[in-house]
């Protein structure tokens, strides 16, 4: 590829470091990017592609590239968002579910000299991927992200869940069935198009998050619009798919996520409450575990996060982790004042489920007193 362009180069170790927006990266460098990533032993997780980097670049003006260069050549991409201080988050951070450096398994360059190069005192993430040797030592806590494998077909699936949660099982098929005949013929669609239908699971989930006392993840504006954008992403890495579960014409339940090739990244779930007592949620997830199957997509990644709806789907589970690298200096400090006392009570509230119950009970309690002063 020849040697580093542009003015955003900076020494390395064994090499140099080149930082740019994600737009601002070649073609050829892409390609590398994709190489690289089709070389781990990692899953196919497409938010590691470049898609997710490029479309983030579109709505978030922190967002960063480094390229790590080594023997003349590109050796690793690390992107990211740079904040005030030189305080750094994953890409995408919040809503990334899977975050790390793309590149060869052995670099020259270590944790501290890329975030020196970047301009970083700190770079912090939240879902960082198993195996991503040069930041998991800086981990503060591991998460389990909850999977559903259907490598072996959505028929081996099915058989697990018949055999481990029987009443699970059948409760939900009977729910389908119940569904279809008091509403109307329940259609599933895998790869919905109709942009009225994203629309509508936006609406879904904003509610969903104000019933819960959870902040409106699409009253954010970069948010709502990576979304969109990605709904037409489409690459064999990284596309956006849109699944929706339709009882008669009227849509009751929609997920949005993306896929690669073999692993489906369930992101937004959410359905209409009307239809709560036929648990259109877990009929959705059970047709778009068959769909992807078929489709030749061996896993389902759910994400990290305790849920009832997880522990009834699950087949396994992978660790994710929280955590900061960073480098000595007063960035450093201000970023452990900032942030490691809520991790620990966050952590403190995790290992204790009945505390965990009550903080849930407590945001719900809230959501609905602020609902009644408006």
Known sequence: MGSPRGSGAAAGAGGRVRVVRPGDLSAAELDVWRELRARTQA?????????FTLAVGRVRSSARVAVVYEGGEPAAFFPYQKGKLGQGRAIG????????????????????????????????????????????????????????????GYAAYEAILRER???????????????GRQTGEVRFVFDERDPAALARLMEWKSAQYRRTGRRDRFAQEWISTLVRQLAHTRAPGCSGVLSVLYAGDAPIAAHFGLRSRTV????????????????????????MAEAAAAEGIGMLDLGRGAAEYKDALKTGEIPVYEGAATRPGAGAVLHWIGREPSRRAHGFVRRRPGLAGFAQRGLKRAARLRGAGR
């Open 264 to 287: 489906l990244a369930c992101w937004f779930p959410s359905y209409d409450p009307e239809y709560a007592k036929y648990s259109p949620g877990l009929v959705l997830h059970l047709r």
């Open 43 to 51: 899953p196919e997780n497409p938010f590691m592609e470049p898609e």
């Open 165 to 179: 949660s029987p009443k699970f099982f059948r409760t939900t098929t009977a729910k389908e069935r119940r569904l």
């Open 93 to 152: 951070f919040g809503v990334s579910d899977a975050q790390g450096i793309i590149g060869r398994s052995q670099l020259t360059c270590g944790s501290g000299e890329l975030l020196r190069a970047c301009g970083l005192s700190s770079w912090e993430f939240d879902n960082l991927e198993d195996g991503q040797s040069l930041f998991v030592p800086d981990a503060a806590a591991e998460y389990a992200s909850y999977v559903i494998d259907v490598g072996a």
